[in-house]
Nanobody, 113 residues
């Protein structure tokens, strides 16, 4: 079955960096469009970034220029390098392939001084 395992979250001060990882399984990873999402405390889950199989990337306006998404198809893994973090980046981060209804457990990112 489709599964996602996110990792790499933690507590970081404003202006700091984190690198998230997400391993996907149970689907043709290298052929699928992958996405990153996040759920801020008390709010709905929101889209963050999309990674196409050919390498194209798209970001939501609030993270463009600060976050960099990438994928390693050999490892069935997507990454999210997050720099210049802000308190409003706090939330649980998830990855998913487009068309799936499955979510992983997510990884908590907290940006606070």
């Amino acid at each position: 079955q489709v599964q996602f395992v996110e990792s790499g979250g933690g507590l970081v001060q404003p202006g700091g960096s984190l690198r998230l990882s997400c391993v996907g399984s149970g689907f043709p990873f290298s052929d699928d469009i992958m996405t990153w999402h996040r759920q801020p405390p008390g709010k709905a889950r929101e889209w963050v970034a999309t990674l196409w199989p050919g390498g194209a990337l798209m970001y939501t306006d609030s993270v463009r220029g600060r976050f960099t998404a990438s994928r390693d198809n050999a490892k069935n893994t997507v990454y999210l390098q997050m720099d210049s973090l802000k308190p409003e980046d706090t939330g649980v981060y998830y990855c998913q392939n487009v068309g799936s209804t499955t979510w992983g457990q997510g990884t908590q990112v907290t940006v606070s001084s």
